[in-house]
């Protein structure tokens, strides 16, 4: 890890963790990405840390490293700033603490409850919420803003006017190893391609179920003079910041109504429903729909999450197994729920042996997701070849809807 200048007071700090964990939160791949852990500087009269890291990878020794190269320690910080509790955020904070027990950590109401929760940690610290202001010496006056639920209860934005500089932690995140560079700036057009995925499938991951808080946060922030935007994980936008703050600003809006794409997500157990829904991708690609396609449980979860909560229309293929739906879609449907994947226009179909029972449940699952459901369809055995027309019509039925929304 190296001191990256965003300007001649402020700094950035970060350790690439490089597919260790292999999951992030448990959940998420980031075994092809990586991710970065990224935690910021701010030199005036006294100095502030803004964030930390967790201990994977060795990230708190090579922030210990950067600091000792620079002429500097862990003691040398007067103020921690939290702007989230999580652990990869905090993971280092107790080691901190030990070594700098004078340094005042500084986090919201709810942040100061969660220090007591994770890290036994009651005194030398401070509660700040909206307007609330620390003065470094130095022309550097940091102003807080409360963001809560992006995406934690407890988060906030901290912001220095002085640089125009917004410390944002998760909020305008990614997936993506940095490799060495920190600045969007100094990435290729090819290399930004990628990290718009992977700021995409983050906030899918991540976020998405809190897309209307990131809409109010948004708002909050709209009469900062933005001239660059340093979050926690991810490139720090220094050129172009409105580029990830439009981006965020359009991710929080596919709650709403999604892209003029499809989502084809499916599972098959011995090829029937594979073949049904061969004949409904026909039917789309008629229509000229543009659509993504993820097998389960084949394909991480993760990457299904993203194409799901971008586009407009859906596809769910499935047998039935056991008199229910097919386990991994199950999982698959459970997953929406819980990240708010809303207002998807859907069909859903599905083969089955000796008898149905999929559809029931499905139905009874999709309740919360207010689609807008095609006529589910399932058949028996393999598709005939009535139903392989009525499927392929069905396609065109679903990609027409899409176009029209």
Known sequence: MKFFPISQSVFCLYADIDGFP???EGIWTIKKSGVSLNCFMVKGEKTALIDLTSDWADASKQIISALTSSGLSLKSIDFLILNHLEPDHTGFLREFRRENPKCEIISTA??????KSFYSISEGVRAVKDGDTLDLGGNHILSFFETPNVHWPETMITWDAASGIL?????FGSFGKLNGRVFDDEFTEAEHAAFETESLRYYANIISSFSLFVEKALEKLKPLDIKCVAPSHGIVWRKNPRVIIDRYAKYASYAKAGEKRITVVWGSMYGNTKAGLDAVIRGIEQEGVPYAIHRVPDEDISYVL???????????AMPTYEYAMFPPMAYVIDLFRRKHI??????RI?????VGGAKKEYEAAIIPLKWNSLESYEWAGFPVEADLSLLEERGRELARKVLNL
């Open 306 to 316: 993203a194409d799901a909560y971008k586009n407009a229309g859906l596809v769910i």
């Open 22 to 24: 292999e999951l992030f």
């Open 167 to 171: 410390f944002s932690c998760d909020a």
């Open 110 to 115: 709810k942040g100061i409850n969660l220090l």
């Open 350 to 354: 599905g083969s089955f042996g000796w």
């Open 342 to 347: 809303f207002n998807k226009t859907v069909l």
